[in-house]
């Protein structure tokens, strides 16, 4: 069996009266791409946030590196290696393309706010290390020749890309993108798929909520789909396809996005 980078054991998430996550578990093996499918508001996003501290669980746990992962403020995931885009792009809008994936690997540097503000010689060897490696993801995502641009400028496919890169520039083990595709046309997401399967070859993990299930079947090597809440399937995309409760939770709900 392979190594698993990442495992969720009995995760549970209420809000209120709302179940959204209800005792989920999961085995992500070292160095694939994993998708998270469901209809909306099955728990999806939810399971991101709880996985990187933005929330915290009200049962179950994680295990990151075959070490618990117990997280408690978003700042701390990144530290353990574990980074993450948004369904809502969260850019600094008028910020450069290139400040935007500076600031993602910020994380990986000791300056600090002395650092920053005094700028002595291991400060300034620091920052252009920093701006090299920042254009080199740039370069990664193809996204080097917009660099000095403000990041508002970008079109929508740019702007999730530019997440991407900025979300590498933490040096993460496991990388989760929460819809990437959202927004791009059919180009878009061929490229997109290319730059997936690129993380995963370079020895990255990646856990991706997706709604089109073109990239998702195409993608991923193991898929786990909830639905209000609840793991209800667990397998390959080939698996998947065929699970009768899974066509069910797409075309049964009311609450259901078939896209
Ligand atoms: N911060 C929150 N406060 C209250 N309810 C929430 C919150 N976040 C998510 N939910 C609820 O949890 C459920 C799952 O939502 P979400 O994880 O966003 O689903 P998905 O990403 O699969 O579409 C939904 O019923 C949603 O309304
Ligand atoms: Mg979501």
Not at 29 to 56: C, E, M, R, V
Not at 141 to 158: D, F, I, N, Q
Not at 213 to 231: A, E, P, S
């Amino acid at each position: 069996m392979s190594k698993m980078i990442f495992t969720a054991d009995g995760v549970t998430k209420k809000f209120g009266g709302v179940t959204a996550l209800d005792s989920v578990s999961m085995k992500i093996p070292k160095d694939s791409i994993f998708g998270l499918i469901g209809p909306n508001g099955a728990g999806k996003t939810t399971f991101f946030n709880t996985l990187t501290g933005l929330y915290q669980v009200d049962g179950g746990n994680f295990t990151f590196d075959d070490k618990p992962l117990n997280v408690k403020a978003p700042h701390e995931v990144a530290e353990v290696g574990i980074a993450r885009t948004f369904q809502n792009i969260r850019l600094f809008g008028e910020m450069s393309v290139l400040e935007n994936v500076m600031v993602g690997r910020h994380v990986r540097t000791k300056a600090g706010a002395f650092g920053a503000i005094f700028r002595p010689p291991s400060v300034r060897r620091e920052e252009a290390e920093t701006e090299a490696r920042s254009r080199e993801l740039l370069a990664y995502v193809g996204l080097e020749r917009r660099a000095g641009e403000k990041s508002r400028t970008l079109a929508y496919g740019e702007q999730r890309r530019l997440e991407i890169a900025r979300a590498l520039a933490t040096d993460p083990k496991l990388i989760a993108l929460d819809e990437p595709a959202a927004g791009m046309n059919a180009t878009e997401t061929v490229e997109l798929r290319k730059l997936i399967e690129r993380i995963a070859k370079d020895g990255k993990t990646v856990l991706l909520i997706e709604h089109d299930m073109r990239l998702v079947m195409n993608v991923c090597h193991h898929i786990v789909v909830l639905d209000y809440g609840k793991k209800i399937a667990d397998g390959t995309p080939a698996h998947i396809q065929k699970d009768a409760a899974v066509i069910k939770a797409y075309l049964g709900g009311a609450h259901g996005e078939t896209k």
